[in-house]
């Protein structure tokens, strides 16, 4: 393994690959916090030094534990998180995004996360009852404080970017992006481009789908989001092992796994492009860091991208509700 390449989000330097903290506390079954911080340190001990985060994930749990894992490394980290999502999990969808609400959110993730600033402050989800010029004003005045350095927006649509933008430089958008979700493709990110926004793609992994690791719901916890997924309900599921077949026969091909591959696609979409893979354990942390040295020819790609025509990809990327608050 190379050392890490640093990329850039509009003008903030990270790793060329983050890790997407998440699952250490919220989402994908149980946690061990020893296990998820032992996983931090060795993410910052090899240079995956851009963290992501969201008060969202364990009602603050999350950053707590990140807290606790970059105590006394402070300067080693790139830190991201997101405020937005007013409900906890299981409750009905509440998105705050008034100005009142992001300098409270802002406060209670800093407190938490033990830090007085935090790197890139993103809106999680756009809150349709309030204009962006508003919300993206409160976060501006968060930077002039100095209690956040850069702005991002997550699954925020083309429209919402460019004003978003004319109020203050935003320098990432993180939405959904991988072999099997290339909705932005179309739209918002080429005019991410035309602005100099960084894009950053989470679940770049499918959720570890991709990787090949789940052939069936038998090993999810009863609390596992993805049983709530239409991608990994009956029928969707076993359509969709068939591209993960193909992905692990050209994997084999170039002797790296099909997680390793489907991480390089996303790689390979831009240098402005800095996907978070998702792990709790030191094992894919390693194997998802190895996919930086993966390097695929234009034949490659063409044979990657014909494994998984969006024709064939059974099943929407989330349940009914969550959808109507994508791309907002
Ligand atoms: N902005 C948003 O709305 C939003 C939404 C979802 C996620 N995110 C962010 O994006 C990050 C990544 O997304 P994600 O976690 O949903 O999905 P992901 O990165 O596509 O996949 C994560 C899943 O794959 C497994 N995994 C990771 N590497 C693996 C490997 N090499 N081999 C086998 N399995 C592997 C993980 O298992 P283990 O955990 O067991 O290691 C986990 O279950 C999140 O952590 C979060 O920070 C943001």
């Known amino acids: ?23 250490m506390s919220h989402g994908y079954g149980a946690t061990d916090d020893a296990q998820s911080i032992a996983t931090l340190h060795r993410a910052l001990d090899l240079g995956v030094t851009f963290l992501d985060t969201s008060d969202f994930y364990g009602f603050g749990h999350n950053e707590e534990l990140i807290g606790r894992a970059v ?66 004003g409160a976060m501006a005045e968060l930077v002039r404080a100095g209690k956040v350095r850069h702005l991002g927006l997550s699954e925020a649509g083309a429209r919402t970017v460019r004003r978003a933008h004319a109020v203050h430089p935003i320098s990432a958008l993180q939405s959904e992006w991988s072999l099997w979700t290339r909705d932005l493709e179309a739209e918002v990110a080429p005019v991410c481009r035309e602005l100099g926004i960084g894009l950053v793609p989470f679940s770049p992994l499918g959720r570890g789908f991709l990787t090949g690791r789940y052939n069936s719901l038998d090993g999810l916890a009863e609390t596992d989001v993805r049983r709530g997924q239409p991608r990994f309900a009956d029928g969707n599921l076993e359509r969709n092992l068939a591209i993960v077949a193909k992905l692990e026969e050209l994997a084999a091909a170039k002797s790296v796994t099909a997680g390793q591959l489907a991480l390089a696609w996303v790689q390979h979409r831009g240098e402005d492009v800095v996907p978070i893979p998702g792990t709790r354990r030191q094992r894919y942390l390693e194997e998802n860091l190895a996919a930086l040295d993966v390097e695929l020819t234009p034949e490659d790609l063409a044979a990657i991208e014909a494994a998984a025509p969006a024709e064939r990809i059974a099943g929407d990327r989330y349940d009914a509700n969550s959808l109507t608050f994508v791309n907002g």
């Open 71 to 136: 105590a006394g490394r402070r300067d080693e980290v790139v830190l991201a998180t997101k405020f937005g999502f007013a409900n906890r999990l299981g409750e009905p969808t509440s998105i705050r995004g008034d100005a009142a609400y992001v300098r409270q959110a802002c406060e209670a993730s800093l407190r938490r996360l033990g830090v007085d600033h935090i790197d890139l402050y993103y809106q999680h989800r756009v809150d349709p009852q309030v204009p962006i010029e508003e919300t993206v």
């Open 1 to 23: 393994m190379t050392d890490v390449p640093t990329r850039y989000l509009g003008e903030l330097a990270v790793s060329a690959q983050g890790l997407g903290c998440m699952g």
